[in-house]
């Protein structure tokens, strides 16, 4: 399944998507794709309704100009991955990581795929990152094996994990405060179950920054796969259903040109991964 939720920001009503130019409708039997709805069991419950209505056409919704939210409903937390892919810590002059960097965002940097990026006041170096998202399915912690972790994620995610790297990297070596501004995660334009995608190791990631391309990855290159990463955290925390883990980003980065590159007003990112969609965004300055 692809799931998606439509509508405008705090009123969006959860669906199924038929292609990229329709949906349908499943407000009527789920009320948010949220903690509850996937730490009791919400995908199965909902499958058979959805196949159901995905095989009669009538029932198709054409998306057209309304709004596609975040997949997900804001979660627990938002978990993220530093310098999980070799050429990226390459990049930035750092060294490959023994084991995975841990960080957080701010639950409420989510927002839809296509909604504005928002430079902070005070900002001088805003950054891009296309990854991979983890949306964890069950309430999970002390894994016994990287094998087990399969069973605890929901399904995969486009996410742009926004930074802001002199927040990030000058202001006492704290990365969340890079990382926290509002608008700083856009999610989606769905959440692609895991059925629906064969081996998340091995697919495409690109971004382009105003018609540049800027980015050209693939999760095969990642240091610590999806499954090493659930496991891992795992280890260390509760993980919530509908928690969301940004799992790293290729090269290609602003921090990364010489000279370095950074956003600016009027900038679009537009950035995908093959078989999860794709996103675009404009970046607007500060409030």
Known sequence: MKLLRIGATG????????????????????DDFDERFFGSGGLDRIRPVVAQRLADRSLALPIGTLRVGAPIARPHQILCIGLN????????????????????????????????????????????????????????????????????????????????????????????KGKSAET??????????????????????????????????STSTMIFDPYVIVHHLSQFMVLEPGDLINTGTPPGVGMGFSPQVWLAAGDVMELGIDGLGSQRQTVVGPR
């Open 85 to 176: 892919y070799s050429d990226h810590a390459a990049e930035t002059g750092q060294a490959v990581p023994s084991e995975p960097i841990l960080f957080t965002k701010s639950p409420n940097t989510l927002v839809g795929p296509n909604d504005d990026v928002r430079i902070p006041r005070g900002s001088t170096k805003p950054d891009w990152e296309v990854e991979l998202g983890i949306v964890i399915g069950k309430r999970t912690s002390y894994l016994g094996s990287v094998e087990e972790a399969r069973d605890a994620i929901a399904g995969w995610v486009v996410v742009n994990d926004v930074s802001e790297r002199a927040f990030q990297m000058e202001r006492g070596g704290q990365w969340s």
């Open 11 to 30: 009123v969006e009503k959860p669906a199924a998507l038929v292609d990229e130019d329709h949906y349908i409708d499943l407000s009527d039997i789920v």
């Open 184 to 217: 700083f995660n856009p999610a989606g334009p769905w959440l692609v179950t895991t059925d629906e995608i064969d081996d998340v190791t091995s697919l495409g990631m690109w971004l382009d920054l105003s018609g540049v391309r800027r980015q050209t990855g």
